[in-house]
């Protein structure tokens, strides 16, 4: 059992950066997870994959969305997988989850290759 814990949120301005933490209660990566990928939900959307980062940190995806301006991170000294989010959009207005699970790369956003969520983190972005 993996429990998730984000934090790091806040409101911002456009432009503004802001770095996400979604902390594991045990080791991020166990049997049951190679994976840990941070979800975002906004006012009246579906919720959508952001990125997503693999065992070792060699290996990491984006959305189109936040390309170059995300950056996805791991730190599997503290169980802590960051999202530093730079350059922000008042479209990046969102609920931010963090969720852990065995995904395969190529569909790395689908939801329910996630077995671990978390409660989320709110991201307001404001001009």
């Known amino acids: 059992q993996v429990q998730l814990v984000e934090s790091g949120g806040g409101s911002m301005q456009e432009g503004e950066s802001l770095t996400l933490s979604c902390t594991a209660s045990?080791?991020?990566?166990?049997?049951?997870?190679?994976?840990i990928a941070w979800f975002r939900q906004g006012p009246g959307k579906e919720r959508e994959g952001v990125a997503v980062?693999?065992?070792?940190?060699?290996?990491?995806s984006y959305a189109d969305s936040v390309k170059g301006r995300f950056t996805i991170s791991e730190d599997t000294n503290n169980n802590t997988v960051y999202l530093q989010m730079n350059s922000l959009k008042l479209e990046d207005t969102a609920m931010y989850y963090c969720?852990?699970?065995?995904?395969?790369?190529?569909?790395?956003?689908?939801?329910?290759?996630?077995?671990?969520w978390g409660q989320g983190t709110q991201v307001t972005v404001s001009s």
């Open positions: 969720a852990a699970g065995v995904s395969a790369s190529n569909f790395w956003y689908r939801e329910n290759m996630y077995k671990y």
């Open positions: 045990g080791p991020t990566y166990n049997y049951d997870t190679n994976s």
């Open positions: 980062i693999y065992i070792g940190g060699a290996i990491t």
